[in-house]
């Protein structure tokens, strides 16, 4: 399989426009302040902070929240009663995916004025599983493409897999690395033809790309290196993430590298949801049509 990538519009062959960017907006005006490279420093660097919005697609995002907000009262009830579909395919999203699911033939339609707004996920049956892992059932997981990506390159997707199952679960992470997993997250890598950025060797030279949010190695959130016990754990306590993401991402036609917020930067801390930048090994480069 092999992905197309458009050639860069010119400015003026694409308006700005409010509300979900397209992919050309993306490419025209918020264009990528990282790359692939800077941006798995970012992910192994063990504060995954470093990940930005750019800041005027935040500004955006902030002005479309307002309307959302005061039309469903709250993004996760937006998140509910409109933009995951749970266990259909993803297609709402105007950043449309290289990897396709089966099609199901669904739309989603937005509940009418008036309507009753649910506020909770759908409850979950006494069979549910316990915790998140490569074999969750379909109906417990909506992956759509984030509609306000990081600031990734054109040739990278940023996907969101949300999931109404805990990823931080007591059956996974051990006592001894609760703590760490509270500050640091989770994150990995799959598909790589080389180890990932050591962050001590690469971090300084990746900074000055996050210099319009002031970051500086004196002020990143990181925890003191792990032992190896605790290396061990903090992989077990990521592994069933690792493995969903290895199924999905086939690893002989796409490098990924993925990450579970803690809780201090978890946007929609009532959802969980793993973040992944995918990237295809082989793409074609074309003409916009």
Same mark, same amino acid.
């Given at each position: 399989?092999?992905?197309?990538?458009?050639?860069?519009?010119?400015?003026?062959?694409?308006?700005?426009?409010?509300?979900?960017?397209?992919?050309?907006?993306?490419l025209v005006h918020y264009p990528a302040k990282f790359t692939?490279?800077?941006?798995?420093?970012?992910?192994?660097s063990g504060d995954l902070g470093l990940l930005k919005r750019?800041?005027?697609?935040?500004?955006?995002?902030?002005?479309?929240?307002?309307?959302?907000?005061?039309?469903?009262?709250?993004?996760?009830?937006?998140?509910?009663?409109?933009?995951?579909?749970?266990?259909?395919?993803?297609?709402?999203?105007?950043?449309?995916?290289?990897?396709?699911?089966?099609?199901?033939?669904?739309?989603?339609?937005?509940?009418?004025?008036?309507?009753? @707004?649910?506020?909770?996920?759908?409850?979950?049956?006494?069979?549910? !599983?316990?915790?998140?892992?490569?074999?969750?059932?379909?109906?417990?997981?909506?992956?759509?493409?984030?509609?306000? !990506?990081?600031?990734?390159?054109?040739?990278?997707?940023?996907?969101?897999?949300?999931?109404?199952?805990? @990823?931080?679960?007591?059956?996974?992470?051990?006592?001894? @690395?609760?703590?760490?997993?509270?500050?640091?997250?989770?994150?990995?890598?799959?598909?790589?033809?080389?180890?990932?950025?050591?962050?001590?060797?690469?971090?300084?030279?990746?900074?000055?790309?996050?210099?319009?949010?002031?970051?500086?190695?004196?002020?990143?959130?990181?925890?003191?290196?792990?032992?190896?016990?605790?290396?061990?754990?903090?992989?077990?306590?990521?592994?069933?993430?690792?493995?969903?993401?290895?199924?999905?991402?086939?690893?002989?036609?796409?490098?990924?590298?993925?990450?579970?917020?803690?809780?201090?930067?978890?946007?929609?801390?009532?959802?969980?949801?793993?973040?992944?930048?995918?990237?295809?090994?082989?793409?074609?480069?074309?003409?916009?049509?």
């Open positions: 399989m092999t992905r197309e990538i458009a050639e860069q519009p010119q400015t003026n062959d694409v308006p700005l426009r409010t509300g979900l960017p397209t992919r050309e907006e993306l692939w490279n800077q941006l798995k420093t970012f992910v192994n750019d800041k005027k697609l935040q500004k955006r995002y902030d002005e479309w929240a307002v309307g959302i907000v005061a039309k469903y009262g709250s993004i996760v009830n937006y998140l509910l009663n409109y933009r995951l579909q749970w266990g259909k395919a993803d297609t709402l999203s105007l950043l449309t995916s290289a990897l396709k699911d089966e099609p199901r033939n669904v739309k989603a339609v937005e509940p009418p004025n008036g309507s009753v @707004i649910v506020k909770e996920p759908p409850p979950l049956p006494s069979d549910a !599983p316990e915790y998140f892992s490569v074999d969750t059932p379909a109906e417990y997981i909506s992956i759509i493409q984030n509609d306000w !990506p990081y600031s990734v390159p054109a040739e990278v997707e940023h996907t969101l897999i949300w999931t109404r199952i805990p @990823i931080f679960h007591p059956s996974l992470i051990s006592p001894l @690395i609760k703590s760490r997993i509270e500050q640091d997250g989770l994150w990995g890598f799959t598909g790589n033809t080389s180890p990932p950025p050591s962050p001590s060797s690469t971090l300084p030279s990746c900074l000055p790309a996050l210099s319009d949010w002031n970051i500086t190695l004196e002020n990143m959130v990181v925890s003191e290196k792990p032992s190896e016990e605790e290396e061990i754990l903090v992989r077990r306590a990521g592994g069933e993430v690792h493995e969903f993401v290895k199924r999905r991402w086939d690893e002989s036609e796409w490098e990924t590298a993925w990450f579970v917020n803690p809780p201090r930067l978890q946007s929609v801390p009532g959802l969980a949801h793993i973040h992944v930048f995918a990237k295809q090994k082989k793409l074609v480069l074309r003409g916009l049509d």
